[in-house]
């Protein structure tokens, strides 16, 4: 039965949006778990608003990249409707981050090209309150 229900919900998104739910599943039931519980602290790096956090710092930290994974996932699977806006600007900040992470390394050109590639996932999740609202 739940096999089913999933199966209808992936016909309701768009399917850049179960582009998106399936990273956040991913992230959240794979990689995440392996960073947190395997990955040696001494390569642990997390990139938060374009600044990259080494060793405990971003051991630290993984679990809040953990929570907006694991909430993300939730909220695709279930279309809540707190995930509009909080989706756009999840993704917005990501395309910030992108771009100082950027700059930061010495490549503002790819920084530029970054920030656009991750503002259209953020434009698209912005423009997709009916999939989230019932009102």
């Not at 395997?38 to 600044?51: A, I, M, N, T, Y």
């Not at 990249?65 to 806006?85: E, S």
Request: glycine share 6%; charged share 15%.
């Amino acid at each position: 039965m739940m096999a089913l229900r999933i199966f209808v919900a992936w016909g309701e998104r768009p399917w850049w949006m179960n582009l998106v739910f399936c990273f956040c599943l991913f992230m959240t039931f794979v990689y995440m778990p392996f960073d947190m519980l395997w990955k040696p602290v001494s390569e642990d790096q997390e990139v938060w608003f374009g600044l990259t956090l080494h060793g405990w710092d971003a051991k630290l930290t993984e679990p809040l990249h953990w929570f907006i994974y694991g909430a993300g996932a939730y909220g695709f699977w279930r279309m809540r409707p707190w995930m509009w806006p909080w989706g756009a600007v999840y993704a917005s900040q990501v395309a910030v981050s992108m771009f100082v992470w950027n700059v930061i390394e010495g490549l503002p050109a790819y920084g530029l090209v970054s920030f656009a590639v991750f503002m259209v996932p953020t434009y698209l999740l912005y423009r997709s309150r009916e999939h989230f609202c019932l009102d």
